[in-house]
């Protein structure tokens, strides 16, 4: 080799971030391994570059004394004259490999300092095993079964974004895996369509997922007097509908956080109208008291809105309503209690031992009727 090739090697080490000094050492061991075969000698063979010149001397190692575990050799030199031909052809090989595993290793040390960010890309093919989601050009990412929500199907060139969970070497290239049912994708995804949120204003404090079916987030804001739901929900709901959209229709509740237990529990449970919150400390449980009419909605389908409630705020819910409560032993957390969704109808809003609301009309500036105001007067 010249000393104008060993420039345009240096120079495509720095391009490509090689290391110079590796890629020289691999390019004299392929050439050794070349011209042992070449030449057909009987022992091996070394090759040393010079640095500067680029000039390739071969030596054949002769074995002249010595231990078996620490051999003595005599270096022969067998430079043949036609080298530079040889030479050229491997250098060819080491450098078309030296590129593409410094490419692998770009890869990986971009993406495994990615791991939490999410990704947008084309799917590429989809079976029932994983799903292959091209992120840019020579980068592919797995998207495995267990990651995706159940109710979402690929089509080929179809955008989505997922989130970076998994970066791992492998032995040709490195391996990105991405999911769709992290919680933290809801995360990402309110970051890219609420700029309060991106900047910090408005803090996603707790994400609860039940991935293609519903998931609940809790928001405070940094800044005094801006309401952080409204932030979220955007207005007509513009900004939660883009998250929604791109969940394919994933249900989202954004409710306020709240540092008293009772509170928040109350407010994770929305939709629902929460009466009262009771939380034991000692049990980590929180009783929550709800009107007849709000049961159901405050346990939801299959027992969906208490259960991500419950993973919202960390806490064991125990829902109840007025009945309930009573026969429970919680007469005194009942009473008092502003029944929701009278309308003002002048009912009074005491509820008996059997869950059911008074039927006798309040008496004028009380919300209980004659008996009941004073059972209520003797309980407080």
Not at 17 to 44: F, P, V
Not at 53 to 61: C, D
Not at 175 to 194: A, C, D, G, Q
Not at 197 to 218: C, L, Q
Request: net charge negative; hydrophobic share 35%.
């Amino acid at each position: 080799m010249s000393s104008e090739l060993m420039d345009a090697l240096r120079e495509l080490a720095r391009e490509k971030s090689i290391d110079e000094t590796d890629m020289l050492e691999r390019l004299e061991e392929q050439l050794a391994i070349t011209y042992r075969r070449i030449l057909d000698t009987e022992n091996d063979c070394s090759v040393s570059i010079d640095r500067e010149s680029g000039h390739i001397h071969v030596y054949e190692l002769v074995p002249v004394g010595g231990t078996e575990e620490e051999p003595v050799f005599e270096a022969n030199d067998v430079t043949p004259a036609d080298i530079s031909r040889y030479a050229a052809t491997a250098a060819k090989q080491v450098i078309t490999q030296s590129i593409r595993e410094a490419e692998r290793e770009q890869i990986f040390e971009e993406y495994a300092d990615r791991i939490g960010d999410s990704i947008t890309g084309t799917v590429q093919q989809s079976d029932s095993r994983y799903t292959l989601v091209k992120i840019r050009e020579g980068v592919e990412a797995l998207l495995p079964h267990a990651e995706q929500p159940p109710n979402e199907r690929y089509e080929h060139n179809q955008r989505l974004k997922a989130l970076i969970i998994d970066v791992r070497k492998t032995s040709s290239e490195p391996s990105i895996v991405v999911s769709r049912t992290h919680p933290n994708l809801l995360k990402r995804l309110f970051e890219l369509e609420v700029p309060e949120i991106y900047d910090g204003i408005v803090e996603i404090k707790s994400v609860a997922r039940e991935p293609g079916m519903r998931s609940k987030i809790a928001v405070s804001s940094r800044e005094p007097g801006l309401d952080p739901v409204g932030a979220c929900v955007g207005p007509k709901g513009s900004r939660v509908r883009m998250v929604v959209a791109e969940l394919r229709g994933e249900r989202i509740d954004v409710v306020p956080w709240a540092d008293d237990a009772a509170t928040f529990v109350g407010n994770a449970l929305s939709p629902a109208k929460v009466a009262r919150v009771i939380v034991s400390d000692d049990s980590h449980t929180a009783t929550v008291i709800v009107p007849d009419d709000q049961l159901s909605l405050a346990i939801g389908k299959e027992g969906q809105n208490a259960r991500l409630a419950a993973k919202l705020t960390g806490w064991r819910i125990d829902i109840k309503n007025f009945g309930q409560a009573v026969s429970s032993g919680l007469a005194e957390a009942v009473a008092g209690v502003d029944v929701e969704g009278d309308d003002g109808d002048g009912r009074c809003a005491a509820v008996t031992s059997t869950g059911i609301r008074c039927r006798n009309q309040a008496r004028p500036g009380s919300r209980f009727c004659g008996v009941h105001e004073k059972e209520a007067a003797d309980q407080s």
